[in-house]
């Protein structure tokens, strides 16, 4: 069983920053790629950026400049920094990531999609 579990998320003023986490644990042979999505009430989740193994990154135009995101593969863990946070990326932030559980299914490519609870995080005007 895979566990993704968040944290870092919170309140703080536009202007402001904070880094959110997420951590994979379980039977996990590797991960391909890892990535953060927000959902705002009322609204679809989209993503807000994402990561590949190798380190290769991209992001939604709305945060370009602004966030970044990261990753630790000795850890499983990936990271986004958030700076000058604005009111409209007031949102529930989920962590998500492909994972890969042994070697055959490595050489097969398979990977399988795993989600964190999600962490709110919301910005202050």
């Known amino acids: 069983q895979v566990q993704l579990v968040e944290s870092g998320g919170g309140l703080v003023q536009a202007g402001g920053s904070l880094r959110l986490s997420c951590v994979a644990s379980g039977s996990i042979f590797s991960i391909n790629r890892m990535g953060w999505y927000r959902q705002a009430p009322g609204k679809q989740r989209e993503l807000v950026a994402h990561?590949?193994?190798?380190?290769?990154?991209a992001y939604a135009d709305s945060v370009k400049g602004r966030f970044t995101i990261s990753r630790d593969n000795a850890k499983n863990t990936v990271y986004l920094q958030m700076n000058s946070l604005k009111p409209e990326d007031t949102a529930v932030y989920y962590c998500n990531a492909e994972i890969v559980f042994n070697e055959s299914d490595y050489d097969r490519r398979l990977a399988y999609n795993y989600w964190g609870q999600g962490t709110q995080v919301t910005v202050s005007s």
């Open positions: 990561i590949t193994s190798s380190g290769g990154t």
